[in-house]
């Protein structure tokens, strides 16, 4: 049996993007470029080395500053550097929603004892642009029909290697967890799913009451240990 960091290698090493989205939807398929999966292999090589089951987390989908440019969920090159400690050869400009996430990071403890009780993860694993900006999974209803058996299809794949299946969190408390309860409801992935404000809804618009929205994180992150 492998360990999840080999498991979670060997799924981003193969995810293929899905097709038939439609000619004006762009893509975002980090795993794509090798010098991408160079980084995402030292990331899971070093924290998830081990057949713990950890609590997931799902986000929405890769953005192209963020996840989109270096393969790990909810991670920027910045975080990856200078928090995680992995060399990484391409630089992106600073982006908020890792910049929330890693500061909730922080106040947990630190980046090894997060990792070793959460995985996280995105509703989608490949991305999407229109009109040259970020566009998620959910922003069209034909999009989202497309994309329900691809979605469904890896979200089974990650919890093979490594869920906890009492309980996950869904980080998009809108459009995200409704869509993610319909699965749940149908598939039966998790007995129970906990909302919380996308960490880009509370850099944006709720920047001066962050210390409550991190506290509220830490909260719900010690209820699932």
């Known amino acids: 049996m492998s360990d999840i960091g080999a498991s979670a290698i060997k799924f981003y090493s193969g995810l ?9 939807i762009g893509m ?3 795993y794509q470029k090798q010098e991408i999966l160079g ?16 609590c997931y987390v799902f986000g929405i989908n890769p953005g192209r500053i963020g996840s989109g440019c270096t393969g790990v969920p909810f991670t920027d090159a910045d975080a990856l550097e200078n928090v995680c400690g992995i060399d990484c050869p391409f630089h992106s400009r600073k982006e908020m929603t890792s910049d929330f996430v890693y500061k909730v990071i922080e106040k947990y403890g630190e980046v090894k004892k997060f990792y070793k009780k959460f995985y996280l993860t995105a509703t989608s694993p490949v991305g999407f642009t229109k009109d040259g900006k970020n566009y998620n999974y959910y922003d069209s209803k034909e999009l989202e029909r497309k994309m329900e058996n691809y979605i469904i299809r890896n979200i089974k794949a990650q919890i093979r290697f490594g869920a906890r299946t009492d309980v996950a969190i869904i980080w998009g408390s809108g459009k995200n967890f409704q869509a993610f309860s319909r699965l749940n409801e149908k598939h039966k992935f998790f007995d129970k799913i906990i909302p919380l404000e996308h960490p880009r ?12 929205y991190i506290k509220k994180y830490i909260k719900t992150l010690e209820s699932c240990i």
């Open 16 to 24: 293929k993007s899905p097709r038939g989205v439609g000619n004006e």
């Open 28 to 30: 975002i398929n980090p």
């Open 39 to 54: 980084v995402v292999k030292k990331f899971y090589r070093k924290f998830y080395a081990d057949r713990n089951k950890r």
């Open 201 to 212: 809804y509370i850099m944006q618009y709720q920047r001066k009451n962050l210390n409550k």
